[in-house]
């Protein structure tokens, strides 16, 4: 059990080091392992303010995660709109949106119950 946990802790560090790396915005990191029938263990949610930036933020996330963990999304959909790209590394699932997209979807309310981690931005 710990292995998996420092594992995902690291897929998780290396998630966010990947979005921060080209300025994403809004990161925030949902807790969902204490809530019935959830898909996967936490959710990472961010946003960029293009088209152009969300393709680089899950590009960055990608090369950050590959080069580390030797590991790639079991499962990636939406880079050809690039409105709305979904990452599934099983147990955390990355969302990186556009501004407008990720407020009409409002992931975190939707997932109210979870336990929401604010990434402070650095830049």
């Known amino acids: 059990m710990t292995d998996k946990n420092n594992n995902q802790d690291q897929l998780i560090s290396l998630v966010v ?37 969300v393709n680089a933020i899950a ?5 950050t995660v590959s080069k580390t963990l030797k590991e790639k999304p079991w499962h990636t959909e939406g880079e050809n709109n690039a409105t709305w790209v979904l990452m599934d590394y099983v147990h955390v699932v ?26 402070a931005s650095t830049y």
């Open 17 to 53: 080091k990947g979005i921060e790396d080209v300025k994403g915005e809004n990161i925030k990191i949902l807790d969902l392992r204490d809530l019935e029938n959830t898909i996967c263990s936490y959710f990472i949610i961010c946003d960029g303010t293009s088209n152009t930036q």
């Open 59 to 63: 590009s960055s996330i990608q090369k």
């Open 94 to 119: 990355v969302h990186v949106f556009q501004k407008q997209t990720r407020e009409f979807y409002d992931i975190e309310n939707l997932w109210g119950d979870a336990k929401i981690i604010e990434i």
